[in-house]
């Protein structure tokens, strides 16, 4: 039986953050919109600081406006930092794992984890690049990295597996 | 030491909803009353609403909008919910828990588990159910109710705080 195994994967925080940014992005394409009062703080803030109306002014006329300046300043460090506790409270995502990948579902071997799923357990599966997020819902997922499928197999073999599982593959 | 088995453990929408609704209510309810209030604030200052001079009218109107608020905020938190668990195959599944010394082996039609006690960061529980936490929103639902005898609840308390895992 044909199996596609990959081995020793982990994903470092920055890769992870920056792939759970474009997941959310992708799922809920209308968070983009918080860029638009995002911008708009980092501008007013910019003209607070250059222009003739200082900060202290804006205060004591705005507090209200002050308040959304700096919450949306605030917004993408609160991201970093949310993202940050996520990742550090995962035991799987901290220790490497392989990954086998067979007809009947998946294999997790690693120092915190031994399981095996079948596919129907998967609910949809994303790619970013290289990376692949195998969801068991739409708040777990597993991280694989396709560029370290092991030889003779390689990565078409690892999507087209996937596929004939029938879980569907987004890019 | 013997294993303690837990068979047949099957978590329910009505389950998952009753576990996940306190929590989201000690999360999220700031939310709401913040919201409830920016919302009569706004109407106060506004005072289209508010125009009437009649006290009874106007704590009529707050507690109308307060009354709204509430169930449209209920009625999206649940459905979150609810949502969360139909989009989670492997949480509908039967399940039956080993736990040993070594850790806790779980199995059901759709997966095999086998988790060391390192794994755990703690036990919450929750309503009956004894909740491991195992990542950020992750972890395995056990329900004292389908201990296979001689086990008992007290024995599982024990074991789970002999692993060195603290009720959070």
Sequence with gaps: MMVVSIPEV??????????????????????????????????????????PVTVLDFLQKEPLGTLFILFFLLLPLLTVWGTRRQYQASSL??????????????GIRG??????????????????GSWLLLQTSEQSAFFLDLEQVAAPANSADALAMIQASGVSIHS | MEPILLTNVHITQ?????????????????????LTSALITYLFRNDGLYASESW???????????????VLLGFGYRRAIKKQYNGTPLMQQLATYR??????EKTSAMQHLELPWASCQGVRRLGRWYFLVTGPQRGEFLDPACLEAPATEV??????????????
Excluded: C
């Design chain 1, 93 to 106: 995502l901290q220790h490497a794992a392989d990954y086998i990948l067979s007809a009947t579902g998946v």
């Design chain 2, 14 to 34: 009505a389950d998952y909803l009753d576990i996940n609704w306190p929590i989201v209510m000690r999360k999220r309810g700031w939310i709401s009353i913040l």
């Design chain 2, 99 to 104: 736990l040993t010394a070594a850790g806790i």
């Design chain 1, 10 to 51: 982990q994903v470092n925080f920055r890769r992870y953050l920056a792939l759970s940014l474009r997941y959310t992005f992708r799922r809920k394409p209308l968070t983009t919109i918080l860029l638009v009062p995002w911008l708009l703080s980092v501008w007013l803030a910019g003209t607070l600081f250059t222009g």
């Design chain 2, 155 to 168: 024995d599982l308390r024990a074991l789970l705080q002999q692993h060195g895992l603290a009720f959070i």
């Design chain 2, 56 to 70: 009874l009218y106007r704590i009529g109107i707050t507690l109308a909008i307060v009354a709204i608020m509430t």
């Design chain 1, 111 to 128: 120092p915190v984890v031994n399981a095996d799923l079948a596919w129907p357990a998967f609910t949809r599966a994303d790619r970013f």
